[in-house]
């Protein structure tokens, strides 16, 4: 069973950043495809960012030019840089892991970390 931990999440000003750390508890997460989501009050969840088990990673527009997703190998961790961030991008934000980006539901998911953007 793969345990997954997301920290790093916080209250922040717009137009700062955060970056959101995604691991594996006693595993690591080089053999999957690792996702972003967030669910904002009163909104589904959306798909925010996706890295595939080699390395290729998918944003959605929204936050395309200010989010990014990237693996640290060394650590088995994957990460969310925000940046820019909006008080739209307010959201519990959760890292989910499984064997593709599309097409197929993520097999782990962690509690989620809360972003909060506000002045």
């Known amino acids: 069973q793969v345990q997954i931990v997301e920290s790093g999440g916080g209250l922040v000003q717009p137009g700062g950043s955060l970056r959101l750390s995604c691991a594996a508890s006693?595993?690591?997460?080089?053999?999957?495809?690792v996702g972003w989501f967030r669910q904002a009050p009163g909104k589904d969840r959306e798909r925010v960012a996706c890295?595939?088990?080699?390395?290729?990673?998918y944003i959605i527009d929204a936050v395309k030019g200010r989010f990014s997703i990237y693996r640290d190998g060394a650590k088995g961790t994957v990460y969310l840089q925000m940046n820019s961030l909006k008080p739209e991008d307010t959201a519990v934000y959760y890292c989910?892991?499984?064997?593709?980006?599309?097409?197929?539901?993520?097999?782990?998911w962690g509690e989620g970390a809360q972003v909060t953007v506000s002045s």
């Open positions: 890295i595939t088990r080699g390395g290729y990673p």
């Open positions: 006693g595993s690591t997460l080089d053999d999957y495809a």
């Open positions: 989910a892991a499984g064997y593709v980006c599309y097409d197929a539901p993520m097999n782990y």
